[in-house]
Structures are given as C-alpha cells and as structure tokens.
C-alpha cells in the first residue's frame, strides 16, 4: 500500500514485512466463475442489488409488487382528526396494517371502514377481490351479533380454518373471496397485529415469490413470572437487554390485554410460550422474536 512505503534517493522503499503476494485481489477470490450468488426467491437487500451490479448485471428478473386490499370493519371506529363520540374509538389497525404491508414491499388498496352489515360487507369483499392480489379484513371474524365478516366471506367463498389456539389472536381466519385468498385479523389491536405478523406476513411473501418465510427466534433469559395455562401458545410483548454478564433477559410488558396498542410501542418483540408449558418462571429459557425481522 502507498502508505506503507517511502521514496528516498529515487527508489521506491518497499517495507521489510511485506509478504510475497500481499495486497493482490485474484480474479474470482469474490465470486468464482459460474458461481451462483442470488437464487431465486431472495428477497432483495442492499447488498444483493451491490453483488448484481459487481457481476455487471444491469437488471434483475424480479416478482411484481402484488397488489393487497385493507378493510377495516366496525361502526365504532372513526378516523384520527374527527370527533371522538360516546362508544366510539380511533381506527388504528387500518393504518398499522398499510404501513406493515407498505413495510413488505405491497401495493395497498385502502378501503377504508365498512360499517357493521352484511350486504356492504360482502360488496366490499367483491370490489376488493376483483381488483387485488389479497384481501385482508380487520374485525368482525369473531361471535358478536355484529361480527358479519365471517359470514360475508362464506356467501362469497369458503374459510380454510377460523380460529387457532393462540394469544392473542384467537379468531384469525384464512381462506379466499371469489378466488383471491383472504386473511381476516381480529378487531384489537394487539391481536390484529399480532396475527398479522405470524400468519399474514408469511403468505405475503409467498405470493411475492419469496422462498424464505422463516421468522427467526433467538433464545433469552426470563426476568419475569407469568401464569400460563397449557393448550394455547401465547406470545408476550416484551423487550430485551442484556445483563453485566451479558446475558440477554426478557422483561414482559405488565399487561396481557390485547386491546393496549401501547405495549407494542413499548416492547421490542414477543416472547413465545409454547402450548404445552405452564407458568412461566424467572430464568427460563424461552423463544423471542424480535419485531426487527418482520
């Protein structure tokens, strides 16, 4: 290197530890010929866009942004900025739901609110169908005498399963509307998101060709107590640091309810308790997901 030598007397002064063959880039050290650096199905990060220009590709064959319909359901709901009537609330998963899919890389139909009857619910799913790739609801998948998603999506099309044995998020539901597959995520919050992340985000990168859906898990240390009963895998909101020896601990927020949107702003991932452990104790070992690789 230019640094490490001198000029003197009209030579060039090599250092004396230099190396035979130091300071040389071979051709194929980075990729060697024939090799194979993106296969199909990746999902393109920085990097890979860097090698692909290095091999001297100026394009890539890539899947088209695949195109996802929003609907929130729900009379109570009004939008942020308007007046706030008596046993009303804000919508708040529509917006969480196009930023997370905008996040994935999908074009977004916004919809809007549907209010709570069957007809314009159906009329919706249609129009939503005709035009888009995936159908996702927000709502009115569960029990109530005004859950009518369900419903609409059965005189349309058929349901793969409704209902998992998760917390939160127990009435997700899967299936399609006139030939276009559909996901219909529960009314809170917490759950809406939630189920988002570990059914909807999965299919989604499915149909834009990914080949890899994984979510990957990392192991942490519990710093909290939690009643568990077995048969339904829960999933914390938690965050995670690491301990004077370096041992990363999990610290679960205070409150289980699926309705507290807050605990997702204040956790960094989820804790995942299995359905066949009980109670949770202060130093066991348990799966974190953590919401940066979603």
Request: net charge negative.
């Amino acid at each position: 290197m230019q640094e490490d030598c001198s000029f003197q007397d009209g030579m060039i002064v090599l250092p004396r530890t230099l190396e035979l063959g130091a300071n040389r880039r071979f051709a194929g050290e980075d990729v060697a010929e024939n090799a194979n650096v993106l296969t199909r199905g990746t999902r393109l990060r920085p990097q890979d866009i860097g090698i692909a220009a290095a091999m001297g590709r100026p394009t890539l064959l890539v899947h088209r942004r695949i195109k996802v319909a929003v609907i929130a359901t729900g009379d109570e709901l009004r939008p942020p900025g308007e007046p706030l009537p008596p046993g009303c609330i804000y919508d708040s998963n529509r917006h969480t739901l196009v930023a997370a899919l905008r996040a994935l890389g999908a074009e977004v139909t916004d919809y809007g609110v549907v209010p709570d009857r069957l007809s314009l619910i159906r009329d919706a799913l249609v129009a939503a169908a005709c035009a888009n790739d995936l159908v996702i609801t927000s709502g009115g998948v569960s029990v109530g005498e005004e859950d009518h998603v369900r419903p609409a999506v059965q005189k349309i099309g058929s349901l793969d399963f409704w209902k998992l044995a998760i917390k939160p998020g127990r009435p997700v539901a899967m299936g399609e509307v006139a030939g276009v597959p559909y996901i219909g995520l529960p009314g809170n919050p917490v759950s809406a998101m939630v189920t988002f992340w570990l059914i909807g985000r999965p299919l989604i990168l499915r149909l834009m060709g990914a080949a890899d859906l994984s979510s990957p898990r990392f192991q942490v240390v519990s710093a909290f107590n939690h009643h568990h009963t077995p048969g339904r895998r829960e999933f914390l909101r938690a965050r995670v640091s690491a301990d004077p020896a370096g041992t990363m601990r999990a610290e679960a927020y205070p409150s289980t309810s699926s309705g507290v949107l807050s605990s997702l702003t204040w956790s960094d991932g989820l804790v995942e308790v299995h359905e066949d452990i009980g109670d949770v104790k202060v130093g066991d070992v348990l799966p974190y997901l953590p919401y940066g690789v979603l």
